[in-house]
């Protein structure tokens, strides 16, 4: 028998547990200071030990297979994730190859039609040119013939002589010439860079949405909100606002990130994008994944919002406002004065923001809107628990008072 199932103090055998001390001794100690505890014998502890050791065991193991089929379940997402992005990859150059290809076709193409225009206009100038050179020798020659015979003293020699004098040649028709310097090609030039322009606006206005559809796994876990400005910050979006969008009385500025209300119309060009009664305006760039960015509002009163880009444009109806409809979401800030939140399903009385900037928090994927008052702290003021189907734009509204405007910060 080991010693150490023998009692150090009676030398006893160890056959009882002391449940209340949670330790073996013998039958002699239960006499003593384990008097009156909660005791039974050791072979019914161990047997009821036993039988929790066992349920333990077979939750671990319950446990080691739920996890080893998750590991399964990852590695086979792993695999699916690097497949997909390995298509994707794959078939996006080729996309890009066959617009290289494209664009490389074209140039040539324009650089031979040049190339044969160019040929073709210095074949006929230098034709042209031929022709009055050999004029001008001709010229030259008579007026040689005609210095010579007028220097003759001799009568019967210059009368005689006069008859045989070449006749002049008709003159080119100078008419023909059209001298235009360093212009020939202009209109080339000019389509040329036109089409630059306009893809170069595709570019920037669809190439947000493809890269940032590219969005987390579903499995990974979803990220908390910051919770100070700087945490905010390492969100920060550059946005602008799109002249396309504008409402006529809104005068955009600071590189397009101010809108102020004016009188006076602006003169936009027509664009079915444009807001036609109400006084609003949208960013240019589209909002996905997790975006942060501030508004500064001057004046009384303003609306930061974030809307879908087919929100309505025409009529002052409820489609066409801001927080009047499904398809956006507004904060209406009114100073010294109470907030309100406007959706068509939402329209909540806040308190007052303790600043004129308004930090807008978005994780489009959890659905998560949130509005700061930002001044020395981040003073939430409101947040939305929603789902978004759709890319979302910044937005900004004006209300009928001459000056006012609103600006998204410029973020470092």
Request: aromatic fraction near 8%; glycine fraction near 4%; include cysteine.
């Amino acid at each position: 028998m080991l010693r150490e199932n023998i009692c150090s103090l009676h030398d006893e055998v160890m056959k009882i547990f002391c449940r209340t001390d949670q330790q073996c001794i013998c039958y002699l100690c239960l006499m003593d200071e384990h008097k009156g505890h909660d005791t039974v014998s050791a072979a019914a502890e161990r047997t009821e030990r036993q039988r929790e050791l066992e349920g333990s065991r077979l939750n671990i193991q319950q446990r080691i297979q739920d996890r080893e089929k998750d590991v399964k379940l990852l590695h086979q997402e792993v695999e699916a994730i690097n497949l997909s992005a390995d298509k994707t990859v794959e078939i996006s150059e080729k996309i890009f190859t066959e617009l290289i290809r494209l664009f490389e076709k074209r140039s040539s193409d324009v650089t031979q039609q040049v190339r044969s225009q160019q040929r073709t206009e210095v074949s006929r100038v230098k034709e042209l040119q031929e022709k009055l050179e050999q004029e001008i020798t001709e010229l030259k020659r008579n007026d040689a013939e005609l210095q010579k015979l007028s220097h003759t003293e001799d009568l019967n020699q210059f009368l005689h002589n006069y008859p045989s004098l070449s006749p002049l040649s008709e003159s080119t028709d100078s008419s023909s010439i059209n001298i235009r310097p360093l212009s020939y090609f202009e209109d080339v030039t000019a389509a040329v860079s036109e089409i630059r322009d306009k893809l170069l606006d595709v570019l920037r206005e669809k190439w947000t949405n493809v890269s940032l559809t590219v969005t987390e796994v579903d499995v990974l876990p979803s990220l908390s909100e910051p919770k100070t400005r700087a945490g905010f910050l390492k969100y920060s979006r550059k946005l602008t606002l799109d002249p396309n969008t504008a409402h006529r009385q809104l005068l955009l500025s600071n590189r397009n990130r101010r809108a102020t209300l004016m009188s006076e119309q602006q003169s936009y060009s027509s664009h079915p994008e444009r807001f036609t009664e109400c006084l609003q305006v949208l960013s240019r760039e589209s909002l996905t994944g997790r975006c942060y960015w501030e508004v500064e509002w001057y004046g009384k009163e303003g609306y930061i919002a974030v809307a879908y880009k087919d929100i309505s444009r025409k009529g002052d109806s409820r489609e066409c406002e801001f927080g009047g409809n499904d398809k956006s979401w507004v904060l209406f800030c009114r100073r010294d004065y109470s907030l309100e939140f406007l959706n068509y399903k939402s329209h909540i009385y806040l308190s007052p923001p303790q600043s004129s900037r308004i930090g807008v928090y978005l994780d489009h994927r959890s659905g998560i809107l949130s509005f700061y008052s930002v001044s020395e702290t981040m003073t939430l003021l409101h947040r939305v628990q929603t789902t978004f189907t759709q890319p979302l734009y910044a937005g900004l509204q004006l209300l009928y008072s001459l000056g006012y405007s609103a600006e998204l910060c410029k973020l470092k």
